[in-house]
């Protein structure tokens, strides 16, 4: 197919555009073990991702990104500071929209370095966003940094806090354990019931199961507990519910999170970083005045960035997946790396979809 | 060309959808031996009968092979993610109720709703350094239910049947399974979540909509529609 040939070539040279930039080309296995996808991601990753097996090695998974070999592959031997540019398929499962492509090809650019984030973070979008230029399209920007720093300043208990944490890319749950905590919504019916017997643990059913009656006990104990903690406040509630609904321009939505800073101190620091990010992409040359930034923005689709998040739309074809997406994933350095760690941030493109646009741009 | 009719080819739901079919003047029956899966349909011109195992069924009606065929809400949803596109519920035949639905030890004293599953996943997997497994066979069904649900931390292993014993044999800790009465799950010590039916499964008979239709196969289409609209 001349048009395959074309969109790989685009995908050569896009690499190539990056290893000028100063990345080492890497390769990676298109199966993966499925393990480690799965501890990742959970079981949601199922279905993303093509599962297939052998009764050597188990369950394996055509990769579904680039991103986890290479952190892989870097924390195993890697020099500091490092960036890598690959090229290469890359399979989602698709169940629900027939038009997605369930085999595509992705341009990625990442790096690896704990000198200066903001920095690395305008280099990545700055790159991306030149490897696009000509195509219209609408850039997003946000920063999970901020969200998480807010929760885990709250002022309630770590095991509230851990709650939230662990539902951050997942806005309902999260919205919900929030309304909860905060006394919006009153704990479920079955919970208080539970919480007013004496002996919860007497004439239990019978013992089946690895989870053990201890660990109920546990669990009762801890529900105790936290029925007696007092609600989150109002104050931290307004103010957390005025930081996600942020969406200005990005100099506005700095002003906006400051006065949020007001009642959530513990964001100051991640705003730091924020305005220093900016500073560097204005540094590049980058329109910093009209960028959109959305505080809300990455928490349903890219469960391991915990910092600065972008993605890349056409304008005019909200039909279409994201051109080019990316962002900071300090955490799953952490996750894969046994221990060690190291700030990374990265972004890939779809020339698939780059060609389509051209396409349609000249037709 | 006959309008093809896939229906189960075993046990009650054979024998119930054969009975249905009855009602409305069609005849449904086996022929040759017992173990011949063959059969015919009287009471009606140009159309013939398939006999398929249940789980087939929906596959069939989505590669447009056979026109209607006679199966589970369950199994059309769990097989066919975009059922809407594929097939059209015609009928629901009253018969083979069952639901869908998590089930936990009632051991667990501690744990009513989807929210204190996430939980007490969360927990496990802490403690035991693996994560919480379901045993089903509606993976996919299950999976989303659960990712809707906000439940984080699970894993889903295969059973393929005798699923409520997976918990005793310590090789999952809560099922998905279809349930009538709930009988078995309340025999093998297990209890459904207050919010955990994930759907509600009765025998239906779907029309595939990819099914090449000619001229002599619509009539026998009217033909058979009349026949039904009658029973209904």
Do not use: C
């Amino acid at each position: 197919m001349p048009e395959r040939a074309e969109i790989r070539a685009l995908a050569t040279q896009l690499r190539a555009r990056f290893e000028a930039a100063g990345a080492q080309a890497v390769e990676a296995s298109i199966l993966q073990p499925a393990e480690t996808l799965l501890d990742l991601y959970g079981e949601n990753i199922r279905g993303r991702a093509y599962v297939t097996s052998d009764a050597l090695r188990g369950e394996q998974m055509l990769r579904p990104d680039f991103t986890v070999p290479v952190v892989q592959m870097h924390m195993a031997h890697g020099a500091e500071p490092a960036r890598y540019t690959y090229a290469g398929e890359v399979f989602r499962r698709q169940e629900h929209d027939p038009d997605r492509a369930n085999e595509y090809i992705q341009v990625g650019y990442e790096i690896f370095d704990r000198e200066n984030p903001a920095e690395a973070d305008a280099e990545v979008f700055a790159l991306i966003a030149q490897a696009l230029e000509g195509l219209s399209l609408r850039a997003a920007t946000g920063d999970i940094g901020i969200l998480m720093a807010a929760v885990q300043g709250l002022r309630t208990t770590e095991a509230r806090k851990a709650a939230l944490m662990r539902h951050i890319w997942h806005p309902r749950r999260f919205r919900a354990l929030l309304d909860r905590f905060s006394g919006r919504v009153p704990p479920p019916p079955s919970r208080t019931a539970l919480l007013a017997q004496a002996d919860p643990l007497a004439d239990l059913p019978p013992a089946i199961g690895k989870r053990s009656v201890a660990e109920i006990a546990e669990r009762i104990e801890a529900l105790r507990a936290d029925a007696e903690v007092p609600p989150i406040s109002d104050r931290e509630m307004a103010a957390l519910d005025t930081l996600l609904a942020v969406r200005e321009t990005a100099p506005f939505a700095l002003e906006r999170l400051r006065d949020v800073a007001v009642d959530l101190p513990q964001i100051a620091p991640a705003l730091a970083r924020l305005e220093a990010r900016l500073q560097a992409l204005a540094a590049r040359g980058l329109d910093v005045e009209n960028l959109d930034f959305e505080a809300s923005y990455g928490r349903t689709s890219m469960e391991y960035y915990d910092g600065f998040v972008f993605g890349f739309y056409a304008e005019g074809r909200p039909d279409l997946p994201p051109i080019a997406t990316g962002g900071r994933y300090d955490a799953l350095t952490r996750r894969l790396g046994d221990g060690a760690e190291i700030p990374a941030v990265g972004g890939v493109l779809r020339p698939g979809l780059m060609h389509a646009l051209e396409r349609e741009a000249r037709a | 060309m006959t309008v093809k009719l896939g229906v189960p080819s075993k046990g009650r739901l054979m024998e119930k959808t054969f009975d249905w079919f009855d009602r409305a003047g069609i005849r449904l029956k086996r022929t040759g031996s017992d173990r011949e899966y063959a059969g015919a349909i009287e009471g009606i011109e140009g159309m013939s009968l398939v006999l398929l195992s249940a789980g087939e069924i929906p596959r069939e009606l989505a590669t447009g092979r056979i026109h209607f065929g006679v199966t589970g809400t369950d199994l059309v949803h769990e097989k066919l993610p975009l059922w809407e596109t594929q097939v059209e519920p015609v009928a629901e035949l009253g018969f083979g109720q069952a639901d869908l639905v998590l089930a936990v030890p009632q051991l667990w004293v501690d744990v009513d709703t989807l929210d204190d599953l996430d939980a007490v996943a969360a927990a496990f997997r802490a403690r035991h350094g693996h994560r919480l497994r379901i045993a089903t066979k509606y993976h996919r069904l299950v999976r989303e239910f659960l990712v809707r649900g906000g439940v984080a931390d699970f894993a889903l292993v295969d059973s393929q049947g005798a699923t409520e014993g997976t918990v005793k044999n310590e090789t999952a800790e809560a099922i998905a399974d279809i349930t009538s009465t709930g009988e078995t799950l309340r025999a093998n010590h297990l209890k459904i979540l207050s919010d955990g039916l994930i759907l509600k499964s009765q025998a239906t008979l779907w029309k595939s909509r990819v099914a090449q239709v000619g001229d002599a196969e619509r009539a026998t289409l009217e033909r058979f529609a009349e026949r039904l609209a009658a029973v209904q």
